[in-house]
């Protein structure tokens, strides 16, 4: 079998071992993404020779006996979002077209700590506002199972790379869905840790009060490992938790459910969810039920209020947070002519440097945050984020896990969205109560929509500090389906 | 009745720093129009007596000992600057008239 197609965990061990080493497996790799890049544009930056000297690093780390990680020596693709002193950072925007950053984010300095190889920076909708990826400045990614499809958003590269065997592992980031709404829909595992889990220092923020950095991969066990291997208690990040990480690995290698208590949520079906998807969804229920989990219906009566209260708080958060992007001490200047003043400078950059959806998100904001318009706007989304997490919290008195759809429907085509934003929102429908109430869950795949041959996520939600739940489940449905299809379900994807 | 006029978007437009053209004015003000009556929908939620939530978990101020340690050298925290000049950041003029 191909490096390429091996698991991170697999490959950790290899490495390991001596059987092979970092710089082979990286080269695998590299000339992976040099045969499929073409069509699934995956990444915004790929330099061969740095991931070469990060891999050579890593082996005589590991000639020097170092203890390193389970995943020492695995290559992966990071999210252009997080911040990486070797490689450019733009975040999708032209605003930053170019920008080296001077530090580390912390999960990029931890990842490299733990001897992971840096395979490039993944595409993203701008600033991470999207659900395609078609807000990228730099052009859309390809679903790597129909690359006239979009991969999800935000972090669509991110999931594409993983899916297209050009990474075994990425990073990401879930504001809204931005990591489970493009796993489910590239047919990969995309976990949104509890919030304030995963540190966000030196991650570009887009709305820092939901922003989540999590991780992709082609298995439940792998996404745990990487999980594990970046969180923690991070000081550089005033929202971190000071708390033991939950025990995500123990509980990816376990997969039990018998027993478990599975509430399916009621208001996450109906009008505007694709046949295909809500028949694989039942038949995954039936899954969890075979194995032994006690599965009900709950209703959770605010989350139809979730998607208006999150287009009110996140472009509030954003419209403050973009401010930062002032033409002055770093990205992009325009007409600076020595006649214009910085105010006219400024207003020109941003002009010239954003793209639609953030120049729409960041005057949506603006209005919400407005004398006059803030209590019927931003206060009263804030008061429907407090019922959010109230209806989790009743929720959580009756069941374990949540389950629902990860998204409505499978991967929509490239362009057919794009001038609809409402349209373009509700791919986000079932996943934005999680980011509203800071709890954990994740997306695994659970088959193929019968009406387009698309995958289909299964999101499963667990209550904050939970995460090593989400896991567990996830492992147990990835097991029992493996078993059915006689593979994962990536090995029925057409070749590239 | 639209829920946002052409000049109001005209004024955000000026808020947000963003040098919008007349036809982005024009293309932005239908759909913000869209989005903000979407939106509203929040309006229908009874929570008169509920409390607002800027954050997802209960947190407190978090404060750490005031001890000098390493951060950016000048140049380092100049690498992306658009213009420098001696060591600074070099911004274009910040008054209304020359002095």
């Known amino acids: ?496 | 009745m639209s829920a946002i006029t052409r000049d109001e978007v005209a004024h955000l437009a000026r808020l947000s720093r963003l040098a919008l053209s007349d036809d982005e004015l024009d293309h932005y003000a239908t759909q913000l129009d869209d989005i903000i009556a979407a939106v509203a929908r929040v309006a229908e939620v009874a929570a008169q007596d509920v409390p607002p939530s800027s954050h997802a978990l209960p947190l407190a101020n978090v404060f750490r000992a005031d001890e000098v340690r390493s951060s950016l050298t000048p140049q380092q925290a100049l690498s992306g600057a658009p213009a420098v000049e001696d060591d600074r950041f070099r911004v274009p003029r910040i008054l209304g008239e020359e002095a």
């Open chain 1, 1 to 496: 079998m191909s490096l390429t197609r091996k698991s991170a965990a697999e490959l950790g061990r290899l490495i390991a071992s001596g059987e092979t080493s970092a710089v082979e497996v990286a080269q695998a790799h590299l000339d992976r993404i040099t045969s499929v890049e073409p069509k699934v544009k995956a990444f915004l930056h790929v330099d061969a020779e740095t991931t070469l000297r990060q891999a050579r690093e890593v082996d005589d780390r590991i000639a020097r006996g170092e203890a390193l990680g389970p995943l020492a020596g695995v290559p992966i693709a990071h999210k252009d979002v997080f911040t990486t002193v070797d490689m450019p950072t733009t975040a999708g925007s032209r605003i930053l077209a170019g920008w080296r950053p001077p530090y580390d984010a912390t999960i990029t300095r931890r990842l490299r700590e733990a001897g992971l190889v840096f395979l490039g920076k993944a595409n993203m909708d701008e600033f991470a506002m999207g659900s395609s990826t078609e807000n990228s400045a730099y052009g859309p990614t390809g679903n790597p199972w129909d690359v006239s499809r979009v991969a999800g958003g935000s972090s669509g590269g991110s999931a594409a790379a993983v899916a297209a065997y050009e990474a075994p592992l990425s990073t990401g980031t879930d504001t809204g869905g931005s990591i489970r709404q493009p796993a489910a829909v590239t047919g990969i595992v995309g976990m949104k840790p509890t919030y304030g889990g995963s540190s966000r220092y030196g991650v570009i923020a887009f709305a820092s009060s939901l922003d989540t950095p999590g991780p992709f991969a082609r298995n439940v066990l792998d996404a745990a490992l990487l999980h594990e291997a970046f969180s923690g208690h991070d000081p550089y990040d005033a929202t971190s938790i000071d708390a033991p990480v939950p025990p995500v690995v123990e509980a990816a290698r376990q997969g039990d459910v018998a027993g478990l208590r599975v509430g399916v949520v009621k208001e996450f079906g109906g009008e505007g969810y694709q046949p295909g998807v809500v028949a694989r969804f039942h038949e995954t229920v039936e899954v969890l039920e075979s194995l032994g989990a006690k599965v009900v219906e709950v209703s959770c009566p605010s989350f139809g209020y979730a998607l208006p209260a999150y287009y009110l708080i996140a472009p509030s958060e954003c419209s403050s947070n973009l401010a930062r992007f002032d033409a002055m001490r770093y990205g992009m200047r325009v007409g600076d002519d020595g006649t214009r003043s910085a105010e006219e400078v400024m207003a020109l950059t941003r002009a010239a440097g954003f793209g639609p959806e953030v120049k729409r998100r960041i005057m949506l904001g603006t209005y919400a945050l407005s004398s006059g318009y803030y209590d019927a706007y931003y206060g009263q989304a804030q008061k429907v984020r407090t019922l959010i997490a109230r209806d989790f919290e009743a929720a959580f008195h009756q069941v374990d896990v949540l389950i629902s759809p990860t998204t409505p429907t499978t991967a929509f085509p490239i362009g057919e969205r794009v001038d609809d934003p409402m349209a373009m929102y509700l791919a986000d429908l079932c996943t934005i109560p999680t980011n509203l109430a800071g709890n954990a869950a994740i997306s695994v795949p659970c088959g193929l929509a019968d009406e387009d041959g698309l995958p289909v996520g299964l999101q499963i939600m667990a209550p904050v500090l939970g995460d090593d739940r989400c896991y567990r489940v996830g492992a147990a449905v990835e097991r029992a389906l493996a078993e059915r299809w006689g593979g994962d379900l990536l090995s029925k994807a057409p070749a590239l």
